[in-house]
């Protein structure tokens, strides 16, 4: 099967950065390569075991989720910052879940906007819409009837972090717990910091440096979800807050609004 494509970084580290309650860079491949069979297992330290089985749990639990959102993206090389506030939708549907993204302010290297941006899938079509180009793009993820889990850690384009299980995620990263920063922002109080670092021919492994996780002690959520790139180094940091779940979000609230005037343009899968 062919490799989708994927050409936005903000929708995917909210949705790709794999592991706990679930947002963007280029799509894993169709068929991401695990742990070689003769890896031997690792054994857990018995407090990261106790957090990703509460992930598990709790992932099982959720069927939407309604949040506030900061993306912050760092370029070391070149010095810039990239900083994107506004909400996250989820919701549990089959085969794959559905998302809605909505960036309502950006400041792009000191020049603030607050212009809209737009990430949604509808279980078929990952479409992006940008109010400053006033464009908005449709790229086909699955074909009619085609049925793949695409938010599984190592298997589908938006490896989410809800939800995923224990098992994959020991899989595919080494997992170690950070002792408390006194330091740490105040948002980071009451968390557990787990510093994942993506196993040797896995995906993660060609994409990241290290994939890194603040985990709620009490809402078994993360509240912050970062990545280091290995080719360039750029950090993304995305940020979660004031999260509801289970709320039952109205199927029409994940849509996109209508946008007058905007230019489409659509891509389709290739044929099988």
């Not at 062919?2 to 936005?8: E, G, I, L, W």
């Not at 996109?256 to 044929?271: M, N, R």
Request: proline letters at 9%.
């Amino acid at each position: 099967m062919a490799q989708v494509r994927f050409m936005n970084t903000r929708c995917v580290v909210l949705l790709a950065t794999g592991v706990a309650v679930g947002a963007a860079r280029p799509l894993l491949a169709q068929a991401p390569a695990s742990r070689p069979a003769s890896a031997p297992a690792v054994a857990l330290d018995p407090a990261v075991e106790r957090i990703l089985d509460r992930l598990e749990a709790k992932g099982r639990e959720i069927k939407d989720i309604e949040c506030r959102i900061v993306y912050l993206k760092e370029d070391p090389i070149f010095n810039g910052e990239e900083r994107f506030e506004g909400v996250l939708l989820f919701k549990e549907d089959k085969p794959n879940p559905l998302f809605h993204i909505r960036f309502d302010r950006s400041v792009a290297n000191g020049r603030p906007s607050d212009k809209k941006e737009w990430h949604v899938f509808d279980g078929q079509w990952y479409t992006e819409a940008r109010e400053k180009t006033l464009t908005k793009i449709k790229h086909q993820v699955l074909r009619p009837g085609e049925n793949r889990q695409l938010f599984r850690l190592g298997q589908g384009p938006f490896p989410l972090p809800f939800g995923q299980t224990k098992a994959d995620i020991v899989k595919h990263l080494s997992v170690r717990l950070i002792p408390p920063d006194p330091k740490a922002p105040k948002t980071l109080a009451d968390t557990d910091h787990l510093e994942c670092t993506p196993l040797p021919g896995t995906e993660l492994d060609r994409k990241y440096e290290t994939i890194h996780f603040w985990i709620d002690r009490a809402l078994a959520m993360p509240r912050r979800v970062q990545t280091v790139e290995k080719e360039q180094g750029d950090k993304i940091t995305a940020d979660f807050s004031d999260a509801r779940t289970n709320t039952g979000i109205a199927g029409s609230r994940l849509s996109l609004p209508e946008l007058k005037d905007y230019a489409e343009s659509v891509e389709p899968l290739p044929p099988p």
